[in-house]
């Protein structure tokens, strides 16, 4: 009898420990009656987290930036050339979180240099010292999210793409369709460009961390922990993405001098130095082969006569 209750027992709490679990962070780690989780983000601390919703954008950031230090696996960190103007300068680096998990409007990533960020904490100002004062965060309203998926055999209904994209969005990130405002499609280039917009001023939805999840979901490995991919299904074809680019809209401008900029124009500039080269090449083979179509008929016509 006692054995019984004993193996009851143990039955209840391997059940217990089985639905102690986070199902929107495969890195955090679940215990006790209630279950509580918690993600590692330092040496010996803890960030406590609600799984039953998306964790903010800070805490993972926070998360993966010390799993970066300690050389465990995480994003994959500068394998693009170029990136957004506001993106691909800085990319990680270990945040400074609010109590409710937004980001401290001024970030320095633990060392003498600090910068303003936007509530996607991503940088708006240019760097400064110690005393550089951010008044306040500047929320980030629309997303811009510039998808390409891999070919579809026979293409894609465009006019199903938009009502489509918004249930994925909806059913993977729990997120309101009326937020997916438009929807471009380019089918030449897979391209796919989709603005999530909130009204000015609202503070209810955070953009920025639904778009974290979204990137990781198409660069790398899903933050979930089932690791189902995401892959939105348009009428009978299901998308297959296979990169993102986030561009992001603030409630003001951000205030980057040129100084900062400079990195984003001289990709720029090569992109333009190459298209032209390209140009040229093209130019010159085609007039290659024009002489030598020339040269060749030459003589053919040298017999004829
Ligand atoms: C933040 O600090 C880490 C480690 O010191 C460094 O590798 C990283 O480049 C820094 N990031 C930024 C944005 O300054
Ligand atoms: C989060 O906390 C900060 C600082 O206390 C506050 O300014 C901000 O309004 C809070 N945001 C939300 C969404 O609760």
Redesign the pocket.
């Known amino acids: 009898m006692t054995f019984l209750i004993a193996l009851l027992f143990l039955g209840l709490a391997v059940g217990a420990s089985a639905n102690c679990k986070c199902d929107t962070m495969k890195w955090a780690t679940c215990d006790g009656t209630p279950c509580e989780c918690t993600l590692l983000v330092d040496d010996g601390v803890k960030q406590k987290l609600n799984c039953n919703t998306l964790i903010p954008k800070c805490y993972l950031m926070k998360g993966e930036s010390y799993r970066a ?1 300690k050389g465990q696996d995480t994003r994959i960190i500068g394998g693009k050339p170029v990136e957004s103007a506001f993106l691909d300068n ?5 945040p400074d979180c609010e109590n409710n998990g937004t980001f401290k409007a001024r970030q320095c ?3 003498d ?1 600090c910068w303003c960020v936007n509530s996607a904490g991503v940088r708006r100002t240019d760097k400064g010292d110690k005393t550089l004062k951010c008044e306040k965060l500047v929320e980030t309203y629309w997303l811009r999210l510039q998808l390409t998926h891999e070919p579809v055999e026979g293409g894609i209904d465009e006019k199903l793409l938009k009502p489509a994209l918004a249930a994925a969005i909806k059913k993977r990130y729990n997120f309101d369709t009326k937020l997916v405002d438009e929807v471009q499609y380019d089918p030449d280039a897979n391209l796919i460009l989709v603005d999530v917009k909130k009204e000015i001023g609202e503070r209810q939805t955070d953009l920025t961390t639904m778009a974290y999840y979204m990137e990781k979901d198409v660069k790398v490995l899903p933050l979930f922990k089932d690791q189902e991919k995401f892959e939105p299904v348009v009428g009978t074809k299901t998308l297959k993405l296979n990169k993102i680019l986030v561009y992001y809209v603030d409630e003001e401008n951000p205030t980057f001098t040129m100084k900062a900029l400079t990195g984003g124009i001289i990709a720029v500039i090569v992109v333009v130095v190459l298209a032209v080269i390209a140009g040229l090449l093209v130019v010159f083979f085609a007039r290659r082969r024009e002489q030598q179509k020339y040269s060749k008929a030459q003589p053919r016509e040298l017999e004829t006569m």
């Open positions: 230090s800085d990319g990680i680096y270990d990533n633990n060392t240099v």
